[in-house]
């Protein structure tokens, strides 16, 4: 059942066989954008931020030097490392001075599992596995918490960008195919300068019970907008909703003004 390698995980063959955790949260964000994004009508724009991330990700995994080779972006004309990816490095150096880190780094790289979520087919793509434990690697901004505009609220950085989600799903998926309910943990570091901060973050159990409560009531749905069963919603503010708006009528100023009060 099983054909997944690390060359067609991200296939569009595989993106629409599967539900992964990022296209779960991308449709949680917007679901309109989400199938654009499976149907290859959309790609999500690689920032700065993202492509450091990816750098140290793929340090982690043993692929730097095939990464280098398909992101020529990050060296200047001179064929030097830009200053944000030198960064990057000194990243990479911290962490390997702590063991802790390096030890919960040192698990099998980019295990691949597939299973089924509410009937669901899923896949993951874990870090570094342990028979013990599950362990993702993040590289961050900072751990401040973030403004999250649809909840009003503002949240810790692991519950903005969803990683109590991905970890539900990790563990969900991996107890399917071991038998075994494993701790989730994040390997998280700052790009921070001139210190990155990294912390070891094991998501209590009670968080990843919920998050699955989560994803068990909504996969369902979104299998069915993949499927074309359910017309998907359109958020309204992002990229992609922006770039295919029609307008159908006039708005009011005053209403435009008690959408931004709330901000
Ligand atoms: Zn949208």
Redesign the pocket.
Not at 29 to 33: G, S, T, Y
Not at 234 to 242: F, L, S, V
């Given at each position: 059942m099983n054909n997944i390698t690390s060359e067609n995980y991200f296939s569009s063959e595989n993106n629409l066989k599967y539900m992964g955790s990022s296209q779960f949260k991308a449709f949680q964000?917007?679901?309109?954008?989400a199938l654009a994004e499976i149907n290859e009508e959309y790609v999500r724009p690689m920032s700065d931020a993202l492509l450091i991330g990816s750098f140290v990700d793929a340090y982690f995994e043993g692929t730097l030097d095939s990464f280098k080779e398909n992101h020529p972006e990050v060296f200047t004309q001179k064929g030097t490392l830009k200053s944000q990816y030198q960064h990057a490095e000194y990243i990479i150096q911290r962490v390997e001075r702590d063991p802790k880190f390096m030890l919960y780094m040192s698990g099998e790289k980019q295990k691949i599992f597939t299973g089924k979520i509410s009937g669901v087919p899923f896949k993951i793509k874990v870090d570094s596995y342990h028979p013990e434990c599950i362990v993702d690697l993040k590289c961050i901004k900072d751990f401040k918490s973030k403004w999250n505009d649809s909840k009003g609220i503002k949240e810790n950085f692991a519950f903005y960008w969803g990683y109590h989600i991905q970890g539900a799903i990790y563990r969900e998926i991996v107890r399917q195919n071991t038998g075994n309910t494993l701790n989730f943990l994040l390997a998280a570091v700052t790009k921070e300068k001139p210190e990155p901060d990294f912390d070891l973050i094991n998501v209590d159990e009670n968080i990843l019970d919920e998050a699955l409560d989560e994803v068990k009531s909504l996969a369902p749905r979104f299998q069915k907008i993949k499927n074309g069963e359910i017309i998907p919603q359109?958020?309204?503010?992002?990229?992609?909703?922006?770039r295919t708006k029609v307008l159908s009528k006039t708005v009011n100023l005053s209403d435009l003004c008690e959408v931004y009060e709330v901000e």
């Open positions: 964000k917007c679901e309109a954008a359109r958020c309204g503010k992002c990229p992609w909703c922006r």
